[in-house]
């Protein structure tokens, strides 16, 4: 596929595109490692994965924006950016997301336990000045390495560096290290909050004109 055919939008979508952004997200993730270790059971896991990823995607706070990438008009990547000044969320925001997360794992106490002690550090570790966050970056599997991920990227780094704002990210999949780093984002921070759990790793991107300086 070539990447001319790509087109990204950022207006606000329909419950229907909102929903198909959930389950592009749900598919992307439902083979990595930390889920995969949170629900070992594949249907489980599914259905909680759209729950998780409908609440993230539906509540980023008044500044955050849901990009999505598509094909033909049809969603294949979703991507959620937060800009300076809009993390921490305000408490409505926070509710929703802990909401959905808590609605995603309720069957399972022991995952419950597990994935709120990593959202503990998560928001623990988190920078505190202002900076670009990337919440989620998710491509539908048949689309991944067609230039979706950067389609995604590229406007929110571009507005970082001529801001001269980092960005920040995590990620729980090892071998996401590398497809970042050619981003420029480097590994800051290795959280590993549940024992016997897999690490959750914190990267921060420094603005392009910082480094030429």
Not at 15 to 31: G, I, N, R
Not at 69 to 89: L, S, T
Not at 113 to 123: N, S
């Amino acid at each position: 596929m070539a990447r001319r055919e790509l087109s990204v939008h950022d207006t606000p979508l329909t419950k229907l595109e909102l929903q198909d952004a959930a389950l592009v997200s749900a598919h992307a993730f439902h083979t990595d490692p930390f889920f995969e270790f949170l629900s070992p059971g594949a249907i489980q896991r599914s259905q909680g994965l759209v729950i998780w990823s409908h609440s993230i995607c539906a509540h980023l706070g008044p500044k955050g924006t849901l990009l999505t990438a598509r094909r033909e008009g049809r969603i294949v990547g979703v991507g959620a950016w937060v800009p300076p000044g809009g993390y921490p969320y305000p408490a409505s925001t926070q509710v929703a997301q802990m909401l959905g997360a808590l609605h995603a794992l309720y069957r399972t106490p022991t995952a419950l336990v597990k994935g709120l002690r990593y959202l503990t550090a998560i928001e623990k570790a988190h920078p505190k000045e202002d900076l670009w966050y990337l919440q989620l970056l998710a491509c539908a599997p048949e689309h991944q390495r067609t230039g979706v991920g950067v389609s995604l990227m590229e406007g929110s780094l571009s507005r970082a560096d001529d801001d001269g704002v980092a960005a920040y990210l995590e990620t729980q999949n090892e071998d996401n290290l590398a497809y970042y780093a050619r981003f420029g984002f480097e590994v800051v921070n290795v959280l590993s909050p549940v024992r016997a759990g897999p690490p959750l790793w914190a990267l921060r991107r420094e603005p392009r004109s910082v480094r030429a300086a």
